[in-house]
């Protein structure tokens, strides 16, 4: 799965355009799915526009609160979700992490959540590169895996993010890439007690440069895409490429 993350950016113009010249050159097959996830404002819209036109684009969003029901300003919950028709959320990216100051309860509160009204969660995890030099990027992966219930972990996706990586054009190696993403399959492994596949996706400065030696590791089962994702033909040769 290509996933594209356009964080706060874009217009109703500019998903239009994207959606039309992507959906037109892009080649979906069952095995990779396309995700788009619009500003949260977007997604009935976007979700909208995807219904009538442009069926192989599915639709996730950036943001979940993790109730149902609460006296929230501002609060968008997964049943407003399904409603605009996502079928992806991404939840514990890094940026939300620090600026919403997320818990691994309130994590696990927005799993359950998304998961109750059958959105599949891009589940984020990633060391910083403080974490990285003192080693123990291990431990705060194990620490972020916490959050996601044991009978929950099937229904996930997880998307290893390091968080020095995100936004700064400096991807990881793949040897580091592999290193870690077999160690998180190892983690997921034990803690679902099921030899059940769970996906593991790339994120952090993935570009045209970099996505088809990361995408073809057997180690990656896909690709989070940010800054690169916006301009619709880069993320269609990234997408066709990969
Ligand atoms: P980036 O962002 O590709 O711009 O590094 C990735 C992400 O934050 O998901």
């Known amino acids: 799965m290509i996933i ?49 036109s442009y069926e192989g684009i599915k639709l ?16 968008t919950n997964s049943q407003m979700l399904e409603d605009a028709g996502c079928e992806f959320v991404i939840i514990g990216h890094s940026e939300q992490r620090v600026h919403l100051k997320e818990s691994n309860q309130i994590l696990s509160d927005k799993l359950k959540s998304s998961i109750g009204m059958n959105l599949k969660p891009i589940f984020c995890i990633g060391e910083t590169l403080r974490q990285k030099e003192a080693n123990q990027t291990n431990d705060i992966l194990i620490q972020q895996l916490d959050a996601i219930p044991s009978n929950l972990l099937q229904k996930c996706i997880i998307a290893y993010e390091p968080v020095w990586a995100i936004g700064t054009g400096e991807n990881a190696e793949i040897s580091y890439i592999e290193e870690i993403h077999s160690f998180i399959k190892e983690e997921l492994k034990n803690k679902s007690n ?27 089962d896909g690709l989070l895409i940010g800054g690169a994702s916006l301009d619709s033909n880069t993320f269609t040769k990234i997408f066709n490429i990969s």
């Open 194 to 220: 099921s030899t059940n596949y769970i996906s593991v996706v790339y994120g952090g400065s993935v570009n045209l440069d970099n996505c088809k030696e990361i995408y073809s590791s057997d180690k990656v």
């Open 60 to 75: 996730g969003s950036q943001h979940c609160d993790s109730v149902l029901s609460a006296p929230l300003t501002g609060g």
């Open 4 to 52: 594209a993350n356009w964080k706060m950016n874009g217009s109703k113009e500019l998903i239009k355009d994207w959606m039309d010249f992507v959906s037109q050159n892009i080649e979906i097959n069952q095995e990779k799915e396309c995700i788009l996830c619009p500003p949260t404002c977007y997604l009935y819209f976007t979700g909208t526009l995807i219904k009538q």
